[in-house]
C-alpha cells in the first residue's frame, strides 16, 4: 500500500500571490522563500516538504501512485491538481507504470519529462503543470532533478512580470536575474509561481511589488 493516505478533493497550501512579509527588493523575497522552504511546519504544499515527502517514499510502485494522483505530504490532492478529474490522472497511472519499471527507468528529468509530456498529450486535463509537477515528485525518488526553468502556468505569468517577456518553455537559470541564481532550477520554477503578482509590474497594487534591479 502506498504511505500516503487516501485522496481528498480539498486543496491546501500551494502557489500564494499575496504579500507574505514586507520584502521590497527581490533578494528580500528570495530569501524569504528561503526561509519558508525550511520551516519544518510550513504547508503541505510547500515545495521543500513535498519532495522530500516522495523521496522518503518506500518503493517505486508507492512514488507512482501518489504521483499520479497529486498527493501532498498528508495524502490530499495538491492545489495544483485539484481539479484534475479522477479519470484523468487514473490513465496518468497506467502510463507511468507501463513506462517506468525500475529507478533506472530514465537517465534524467528531461528525458522523463518528454517522454511523459508525449504520453499524456492524448490525455485530456492532463496539461503541462501537472505533467512537469508529476515528473517532479517522481524525480524527487529517483533522484533526478531539472537542469533548467520550465514555464507554465503561474510560473509563465511570474517570469513575464519578472523579465517583461518569455518567448521559451524553458529556460536555463543563468537567464534571470543574479539574486535569484543562489535557487535551485526547481527552486526558481516554484520562486516564480509563489511571488508572481509581486514581481515587477504584475500587480497594480504598489505595496504588493518588488523593486527588481
Known sequence: MPRCLPASSTAVGGCNSKKLTKANTLEELVEEYQKAQQDP?????????MLKHYRGMKSLNDVLECAADAQNVIGRRHSHQYRILKGARVEALKIL????????????????????????ATVSGLGPLYVYDTCLRI????????????????????????????????LPASAFPPAMRVLKPHEIEDFLCVYKSQLGNSNPDPDLRVRLP
Open 139 to 170: 524525480g524527487a525518488y529517483l533522484k533526478l532533478a531539472p537542469k533548467k526553468v520550465y514555464l507554465h502556468a503561474g510560473v509563465l505569468k511570474g517570469a513575464c512580470a519578472l523579465m517583461g517577456t518569455a518567448k521559451v518553455k524553458i
Open 97 to 120: 507504470k507501463a513506462g517506468i519499471k525500475n529507478d533506472t527507468s530514465f537517465g534524467s528529468f528531461e528525458k522523463l519529462h518528454d517522454w511523459f509530456a508525449s504520453k499524456c
Open 41 to 49: 511546519a510550513g504547508k503541505c504544499d510547500i515545495l521543500s516538504r
